[in-house]
């Protein structure tokens, strides 16, 4: 008997045993060598910038993509189900449950200008909608060089095994060595994370060629498992300039009886590009920083397809296409597009908001209502619609409408009027105004009028002056609002267009001016408020988040328009906005007519302990802030006392996701996780201990 072990830099040992003998061998200490491995990674790595085809260079090609969907039985499902616990589904033999084909034109400009736009699609049981072509981009990337590989559907990042310093981090085996017609020589290469790694790391195989060093194909998947296996594959080959460059993507992800319906089901996909082009003259196309979308008529040009085809489409797949000729699936992504675009329920020509159903704050505890809007639907060029709530702790009830036109039919841009009766800051708000927003390049640009009657929520008077809920101040605002970034990744899901991320700051502007002499109004002042959000993930680190916020006012003003921190608008859940926040709870109020934050967020998921249980899966994030600001005139102020930070305010936090997580029917996992945050420093008047503050996490993930 022979048996070969391989690790770190060990490659065989020999171990031999004869029946027939009784001699007793002596042991063999076999010492690590040089993995000959490491030679052609590091050679790969030194040549990553030269093959990289977004490095030093620009094309546009054009990508046809298939999709289709398996459906097969679970045996072991199925044996449950025979006893009658569950119900049968039966899969049908002759077609797929789903075929998607799709054609993208993907142009990169360099500098992170890229624009990949779906111009035709088609999707088995789908017609107006065919978002489900943005699957691939969501699912694959479209080359193997970054440092860190982002896995989008996950929303996972892992170590790329061709990265610096990859070589203490992965194990690497030199598998074969292929000689290619022209007598170039390829390395095979599978590679794992070392077990005395602790990365979020990936397994598979390389194929590096020797001519320029760069990977000819290769095979990945998340080397920890995930509730939904997801394996990639990438075929690159050389041009007519001499450059490597991508010509086939594929990706595969498997579903074990999902939903508990007895069925696995495998969603395989391929891309094949062709057209491509090498540094192109693209200065004359306007551009942004990866942004991705469907065209309006995506669904309208089969004879896109026809031409990109790749490869002739099976009998199984004609099938496919065949029994679903005459079914509508579109309600299925008009729920979606209610859930992403609105965070509403999409019911035929109405939209239903959910955090007017059910939420919570400290304030006013839990309020439940509703809100009622039309849908695009109705007319794609405007919505009419409000909301009515009522909180169970402060015993209010709330409520507004609203009218939204939208200039280019979709909600990138709004002219927006609305009236309502709300809790705004720290004061109760009877308000009407008008406001504009929308995209001008790398601005997000909004403006907005508003006059309003603002009532405190508690016993305060101004200047001698007493305001409560019956009589409170006329105030006429105006006010802008500016967001700017560059190498922003935007997509297009439906009608809205989302920010994914930026490797660059992101920075914010506020502008409000009051208006004394219209409506009979208080007196004039002026509000300036500045700030800057940095997203990043560093390699073998974890995830970092970044805030810098600042304001000032020109002129004494009451408390109800000051900038302030308080527990009104605060709730028990935390979220993404939760970061750029303080969330420790006191009874104090702060107050300010001049203030600094700053806010420090980072995840270390599981690089500081990973848990190989199937329920407790903690991943671990630690939060500092600071703020610092000053009430110039506080004796204006009467009534209940105010308090600024100009002595100091420090808050920190630990939160720990996924204490418990559970696979809800094999669709998804949903996480509990837990947080708490205590305040400290001279402005803070009670013990450390009285403001700890827990704090619930509630997540999914796949």
């Known amino acids: 008997m022979v048996l070969l072990i391989l690790y770190g830099g060990i490659f065989g040992a020999l171990y031999a045993q004869e029946e027939a003998?009784?001699?007793?061998?002596?042991?063999?200490?076999?010492?690590?060598?040089?993995?000959?491995?490491?030679?052609?990674?590091?050679?790969?790595?030194?040549?990553?910038?030269?093959n990289n085809p977004e490095k030093n260079r620009t094309y546009r090609c054009i990508q046809y993509n298939r999709m289709t969907l398996h459906v097969v039985e679970d045996t072991t499902a199925r044996r449950m189900m025979a006893k009658g616990r569950l119900p049968f589904v039966q899969p049908d033999p002759s077609g797929y449950g789903l075929i998607m084909e799709s054609v993208a034109e993907r142009f990169f400009a360099g500098h992170g200008k890229l624009e990949e736009k779906i111009v035709a699609s088609q999707t088995s049981g789908f017609k107006e909608y065919q978002q489900l072509a943005m699957i691939p981009s969501a699912?694959?990337?479209?080359?193997?060089?970054?440092?860190v590989i982002e896995w989008k559907s996950l929303n996972q990042f892992y170590l790329n095994p061709i990265s610096p310093n990859s070589v203490d981090k992965y194990f690497f085996l030199l598998v074969d060595t292929l000689i290619s017609a022209r007598g170039d020589s390829t390395f095979v290469i599978a590679f794992r994370p070392s077990r005395t790694s602790n990365i979020d790391g990936l397994k598979g195989t390389l194929h590096i060629n020797a001519h320029g060093w760069a990977i000819e194909q290769v095979v990945a998947e998340p080397a920890t498992a995930t509730l939904f296996p997801i394996k990639m594959e990438q075929q690159y080959r050389l041009t007519d300039t001499d450059i490597w460059f991508p010509c086939e993507l594929s990706f595969e992800v498997s579903y074990k009886n999902l939903a508990l319906t007895g069925l696995d089901m495998f969603y395989y996909h391929k891309s094949w590009i062709s057209d491509v082009e090498i540094n192109p003259d693209l200065s004359g196309r306007k551009m942004a920083f990866g942004t991705l979308s469907v065209v309006d008529d995506a669904g309208k040009h089969p004879e896109y397809i026809a031409h990109y085809r790749a490869m002739p489409l099976s009998q199984k797949e004609w099938n496919t296409y065949q029994k679903y000729e005459h079914a509508n699936y579109d309600w299925?992504?008009?729920?979606?597009?209610?859930?992403?675009?609105?965070?509403?329920f999409s019911f035929k020509i109405f939209d239903i908001p959910f955090n007017q159903v059910i939420n919570y704050n400290y304030y006013e505890g839990w309020h439940t209502g509703m809100g009622l809007y039309t849908h695009w639907r109705l007319s794609p060029w405007f919505s009419v619609g409000g909301y009515g709530r009522y909180g169970l702790k402060d015993k209010e009830v709330k409520y507004g409408a609203s009218v939204s036109v939208f200039?280019?039919?979709?909600?990138?841009?709004?002219?927006?009027?609305?009236?309502?009766?709300?809790?705004?800051?720290?004061?109760?708000?009877?308000?009407?105004?008008?406001?504009?927003?929308?995209?001008?390049?790398?601005?997000?640009?909004?403006?907005?009028?508003?006059?309003?009657?603002?009532?405190?929520?508690?016993?305060?008077?101004?200047?001698?002056?007493?305001?409560?809920?019956?009589?409170?101040?006329?105030?006429?605002q105006a006010g802008i609002q500016l967001r700017y970034t560059i190498r922003e990744q935007r997509t297009k899901i439906f009608r809205r267009?989302?920010?994914?991320?930026?490797?660059?700051?992101?920075?914010?502007?506020?502008?409000?001016?009051?208006?004394?002499?219209?409506?009979?109004?208080?007196?004039?002042?002026?509000?300036?408020?500045?700030?800057?959000?940095?997203?990043?993930?560093?390699?073998?680190?974890?995830?970092?988040?970044?805030?810098?916020?600042?304001?000032?006012?020109?002129?004494?003003?009451?408390?109800?328009?000051?900038?302030?921190?308080?527990?009104?608008?605060?709730?028990?859940?935390?979220?993404?906005?939760?970061?750029?926040?303080?969330?420790?709870?006191?009874?104090?109020?702060?107050?300010?007519?001049?203030?600094?934050?700053?806010?420090?967020?980072?995840?270390?998921?599981?690089?500081?302990?990973?848990?190989?249980a199937k329920v407790f899966r903690p991943r671990i994030a630690l939060a500092q802030s600071a703020g610092w600001?000053?009430?110039?005139?506080?004796?204006?102020?009467?009534?209940?006392?105010?308090k600024d930070m100009r002595q100091g305010y420090f808050e920190s936090g630990i939160v720990v996701e996924d204490i418990i997580r559970l696979n809800y029917l094999n669709f998804f996992y949903f996480g509990l996780g837990v947080g708490v945050y205590g305040a400290y420093g001279r402005s803070v008047d009670a013990p450390f201990a009285q403001t700890l503050t827990p704090k619930i996490r509630l997540s999914v993930s796949f």
């Open 332 to 344: 299925i992504m008009q729920i979606a597009e209610g859930a992403t675009d609105r965070s509403s």
């Open 21 to 50: 003998y009784t001699t007793i061998l002596q042991p063999v200490v076999v010492r690590p060598g040089i993995n000959p491995a490491h030679r052609i990674i590091q050679n790969a790595i030194n040549h990553r910038d030269q």
């Open 139 to 147: 699912l694959q990337f479209f080359h193997f060089y970054d440092d």
């Open 407 to 476: 200039p280019r039919k979709d909600w990138d841009s709004e002219i927006k009027l609305w009236a309502q009766n709300d809790l705004s800051d720290l004061s109760f708000s009877r308000e009407a105004g008008i406001s504009g927003a929308g995209w001008w390049g790398n601005f997000y640009l909004g403006i907005q009028c508003k006059v309003r009657e603002l009532a405190p929520l508690f016993e305060y008077s101004f200047k001698g002056q007493s305001y409560h809920r019956k009589e409170g101040m006329r105030n006429t």
């Open 497 to 612: 267009t989302y920010a994914i991320r930026s490797d660059h700051p992101v920075f914010y502007l506020n502008y409000a001016v009051g208006l004394p002499s219209l409506f009979k109004s208080a007196g004039f002042y002026q509000k300036i408020e500045g700030g800057m959000a940095f997203n990043a993930y560093f390699r073998n680190l974890g995830r970092t988040y970044l805030a810098l916020w600042g304001g000032l006012t020109h002129r004494d003003i009451p408390v109800m328009m000051l900038f302030s921190q308080s527990y009104v608008d605060r709730t028990i859940f935390l979220s993404d906005e939760s970061k750029a926040q303080f969330n420790a709870i006191t009874d104090q109020i702060y107050a300010s007519d001049q203030y600094v934050h700053a806010f420090l967020y980072h995840d270390f998921g599981t690089l500081l302990y990973q848990s190989n």
């Open 629 to 642: 600001s000053r009430l110039s005139l506080p004796d204006n102020h009467g009534g209940r006392p105010l």
